[in-house]
């Protein structure tokens, strides 16, 4: 028989030890999610594996008299939803009759949507999860808008800043932006999966592996193991470059264009990548167009990408998608790329409503005379054409607006 109460016990003072222990500072998110515990209520955290949702929910709950039970633990992989009310009468005996309660991982458990539904209409609610699509679809269909979704990303550039005890404000003297660069250089390699900082690129190797095997080999039953970790590993290695789901089939050769589709789609939901479409004004002309595939983490590039050349250009590219993802939310933008007939392309068009509100490149030169003139030129033609006066290169440190284009470092971009 499994014990409840020594598993709930271990799991929280095994949390409790790592904030006791570690560096841990305040996530941007907690802001915006800590609102919405305010009533009886159901608070999804998803992101990828290892990102912090377990600390993130702790944090949410300082102070706070509550329960935390993780089930991506072996020791709770033989039990089904019939055993959840036993596994909650047990946390109530250690902690009473608590308001808050965290599942992690709770999608492990097949019928867990019920049990959850029942919990929140008197307590708070906070579910983890490394699957956005188990938890969406789930929840969709049994708690219909009562649970509000917080996407958590790995560290930004501003809690990497923060994690290394570096004092944010609003001017830097010439040291202090020396000190920036190397940081963001370091950021740039190492990027912002916590335990990388710990134990350097090599823990990410593993993190990478779980999500491949367990998050998804095992949970969707895909027999084409060496097909399919050819495809993710072909897409963190292309990062960033305009593809097809039929070229990625012949070039890995896996049969059908449908096998590609729902393959990426696995690698979406587990939150290894995702995806940026060719913007058009016919949706079914963008619905067709190639598209683009960033990878959440630019760490992860590093360490699982093929390697055949450094190219600070290409993952300054997709630092800056992956921050322009983080910021959608809370200003309500869809993200885009543009290219037109002539191959001109924009690496970043950004929608607001029903307009292009900005057109964005990204290139790693440290002067004017180092930007290609097509970037110049792509950003002309794409502001004519998409009626988007707002032009924006971003540099690794140069700085200056020169007829009607904004060049801003990296670092200074990415702290706005």
Not at 263 to 288: G, H, M, P, S, T
Not at 338 to 367: C, P
Request: charged share 25%; aromatic share 12%; net charge positive.
């Amino acid at each position: 028989m499994v014990d409840f109460k020594s598993i709930i016990k271990e799991q929280r003072e095994e949390l409790e030890r790592i904030m006791m222990h570690e560096h841990i500072i305040d996530r941007e998110a907690l802001i915006y999610a800590q609102k919405y515990l305010s009533y009886p209520n159901v608070l999804v955290i998803t992101g990828i594996r290892r990102c912090g949702k377990s600390i993130f929910s702790y944090l949410l709950n300082k102070g706070k008299i509550f329960v935390y039970i993780n089930f991506d633990d072996e020791r709770l992989s033989s039990i089904f939803a019939d055993d959840l009310d036993s596994l909650l009468s047990s946390a109530y005996e250690l902690y009473g009759d608590v308001e808050y309660i965290i599942l992690g991982e709770i999608q492990n458990i097949k019928g867990w949507e019920l049990f959850v539904n029942r919990l929140r209409r008197t307590k708070k609610i906070i579910v983890t999860g490394s699957n956005s699509n188990l938890l969406s679809s789930e929840l969709a269909t049994h708690l219909t808008g009562r649970h509000i979704d917080v996407k958590l990303f790995p560290f930004s550039f501003k809690e990497f800043l923060l994690y290394n005890n570096f004092s944010l404000s609003k001017t830097y003297t010439t040291k202090e932006k020396a000190r920036l660069l190397q940081l963001l250089e370091k950021y740039l390699s190492l990027g912002g999966m916590p335990e990388s900082y710990k134990f350097g690129n090599q823990i990410l190797v593993g993190i990478y592996e779980d999500i491949i095997t367990k998050d998804i080999l095992l949970r969707y039953n895909i027999s084409k193991n060496a097909e399919f970790k050819n495809l993710s590993r072909y897409l963190i290695t292309n990062s960033g470059t305009e593809m097809s789901y039929s070229r990625m089939g012949e070039i890995l050769n896996v049969g059908h264009v449908s096998t590609v589709s729902n393959w990426i789609a696995y690698l979406e939901n587990a939150f290894l990548f995702f995806k940026v479409e060719r913007f058009d004004f016919k949706l079914k002309k963008q619905y067709l167009s190639n598209k683009k595939f960033y990878c959440i983490d630019t760490g992860l590039i590093n360490s699982i990408g093929f390697k055949f050349s450094e190219n600070k250009g290409r993952l300054m590219e997709n630092l800056v998608a992956i921050e322009l993802q983080r910021r959608k939310v809370a200003d309500k933008t869809e993200i885009y790329f543009w290219k037109d007939a002539g191959n001109k392309e924009v690496d970043f068009a950004i929608k607001k409503d029903t307009k292009i509100i900005e057109l964005v490149q990204v290139t790693y030169v440290n002067s004017k005379i180092e930007i290609k003139d097509r970037e110049i030129e792509s950003l002309q033609k794409a502001s004519k054409e998409l009626k988007c006066p707002n032009l924006k290169i971003i540099t690794w440190n140069y700085e200056a607006e020169i007829e009607n284009i904004n060049y801003v470092p990296l670092w200074k971009w990415l702290l706005k």
